[in-house]
């Protein structure tokens, strides 16, 4: 199924391919309510579009999403830019052994380093290195573009009704 997408407004045969599935199906299954295809199709390709633009624009950085979590969840809790494992685990919202897996293949691009805590040193925090700050100041920029561009099809009412009802709507169902 292959979908065009126009620069400004919806593409007519994207829209009109997503019709014509949801009709096979009600044709073919009229005891299935299949009007959550009109939503969630589109929804899952558009995820998948933004998925790839993100992927894309992380390799050139030599990360990737999971990385740019770490990295970018390290960030923002401000200087000296470093959490404890467990917290790092909370906040990325994976299991223990991902956030070792991410951490270990941050330590070996430089851009975090493990740091025990003085005195007892039983306390391991993960810190951005300078090198990891600058990578992360310079990565986000270009994914936040990437993303801009994405997004630039919508104009600014459309956008604000579309954060508006998709936050609400997750807001719903996480906890």
Do not use: Y
């Not at 407004?9 to 044709?27: C, D, F, K, L, T």
């Not at 100041?137 to 508006?164: K, N, Q, W, Y």
Request: charged fraction near 30%.
């Amino acid at each position: 199924m292959c979908f065009s997408a126009k620069v400004s407004g919806v593409s007519e045969p994207s829209r009109e391919r997503v019709g014509e599935v949801v009709a096979a199906w009600r044709r073919e299954r009229p005891d299935v309510d299949v009007s959550s295809m009109a939503v969630l199709t589109p929804l899952r390709r558009l995820a998948a579009r933004v998925s790839e633009n993100r992927a894309t624009v992380l390799a050139e950085h030599g990360v990737d999403e999971s990385q740019l979590d770490v990295l970018g969840t390290l960030r923002r809790v401000g200087s000296p830019f470093r959490l404890t494992a467990g917290e790092l685990t909370r906040r990325c919202r994976v299991t223990a052994g991902a956030t070792t897996q991410r951490v270990q293949a941050l330590e070996r691009l430089g851009f975090v380093e493990r740091v025990r805590e003085e005195p007892d040193r039983r306390t391991v925090h993960v810190q951005l290195t300078a090198d990891g700050l600058v990578a992360i100041d310079r990565i986000i920029g270009h994914v936040m573009a990437g993303d801009e561009r994405m997004l630039s099809a919508l104009a600014p009412r459309e956008r604000t009704t579309l954060e508006r009802a998709l936050g609400d709507w997750l807001g719903r169902l996480e906890p």
